[in-house]
C-alpha cells in the first residue's frame, strides 16, 4: 500500500488552520492509520492513532479523520512548535509511511 | 516511565560489519514488538522489519529482506540491528519503536532516539 500526501510543502502562518492529506493507493483499516510529527534532529512523535484518536499529551488543536483511502490531519491554530513533518502510517502488511509534508512558517 | 534507548553514533568503512542496539526499560519488552525505521539523510522513514522479543518471531519489509539481520536478548531487553558488510548507502538513522496493539489498533510509541549510522571510506 502507498501512501501519497499532500502537499509537499505547506506555508502558513501561526494562528492559520493546517489541513495535510495522506491518500493511500487501496483501502486501510482506520484502525491502522496513525500521524507523526518530526522536528529537526528529533525521532518522530505520536500525535494521532486509529486515524482519529490523539495520543497522551497531544493537544486538542490536532486532529485526525478519515477513512477507506483518504485521511486528514487538521491543526485548528498553528503555534509556533507545530513547525515542523508531518508523517502519515499505516499499519497493513508492509508497514508504510507517507513520504512527508513540510509545515513551514508563511 | 517506558523508554526506548539506542546505542550511540557509528562510523564505518564499507564492507565492515555493524550490530546496533535499542534497549527498552519501563515495560515488558517481551510483549510488545520493537521495529526499525530507516532515515536516510533529507528523506522520509522507511520501515525496515519487526520483532517479537519473546520468541524472536521476526518479520522484514521486502525492500530490506537478505540485506540486515534483526534480533533480540529479551534476558537484557534490547533489541539489535545488524549489518555483515557496510555500504555507503546504509548512511542513516536508524530508530527503533515499540508496537502499541491493543485490540484492532496498531500504533508506534515510543521511539528511540535513533542511531546515526555513516558509512564512508
Known amino acids: 500500500i502507498v501512501l501519497t500526501q499532500s502537499p509537499g510543502t505547506l506555508s502558513l502562518s501561526p494562528g492559520e488552520r493546517a489541513t495535510l492529506s495522506c491518500r493511500a493507493s487501496?483501502?486501510?483499516?482506520?484502525?491502522?492509520v496513525a500521524w507523526y510529527q518530526q522536528k529537526p534532529g528529533q525521532a518522530p512523535r505520536l500525535l494521532i492513532y486509529g486515524a482519529s484518536n490523539r495520543a497522551t499529551g497531544i493537544s486538542d488543536r490536532f486532529s485526525g479523520s478519515g477513512s477507506a483511502t483518504d485521511f486528514t490531519l487538521t491543526i485548528s491554530r498553528l503555534e509556533p512548535e507545530d513547525f515542523a513533518v508531518y508523517y502519515c502510517?499505516?499499519?497493513?502488511?508492509?508497514?508504510?509511511f507517507g513520504q512527508g509534508t513540510k509545515l513551514e512558517i508563511k | 516511565e517506558v523508554q526506548l534507548v539506542q546505542s550511540g553514533a557509528e562510523v564505518k568503512k564499507p564492507g565492515e560489519s555493524l550490530k546496533i542496539s535499542c534497549k527498552g526499560s519501563?515495560?515488558?519488552?517481551?510483549?510488545?514488538?520493537i521495529a526499525w525505521v530507516r532515515q536516510m539523510p533529507g528523506k522520509g522513514l522507511e520501515w525496515m522489519g519487526i520483532?517479537?522479543?519473546?520468541?524472536?518471531?521476526?518479520r522484514y519489509s521486502p525492500s530490506f529482506q537478505g540485506q540486515v539481520t534483526i534480533s533480540a536478548d529479551k534476558s537484557i531487553s534490547t533489541a539489535y540491528l545488524q549489518w555483515s558488510s557496510l555500504k555507503a548507502s546504509d548512511t542513516a538513522i536508524y530508530y527503533c519503536?515499540?508496537?502499541?496493539?491493543?485490540?484492532?489498533?496498531?500504533?508506534?510509541?515510543?521511539w528511540g532516539q535513533g542511531t546515526l549510522v555513516t558509512v564512508s571510506s
Open positions: 502510517h499505516q499499519y497493513g502488511s508492509p508497514y508504510t
Open positions: 520483532i517479537y522479543p519473546g520468541d524472536s518471531d521476526t
Open positions: 519503536a515499540r508496537l502499541i496493539s491493543p485490540s484492532d489498533i496498531r500504533y508506534f510509541d515510543p
Open positions: 487501496q483501502s486501510v483499516s482506520s484502525s491502522y
Open positions: 519501563g515495560y515488558s519488552f517481551t510483549n510488545y514488538w
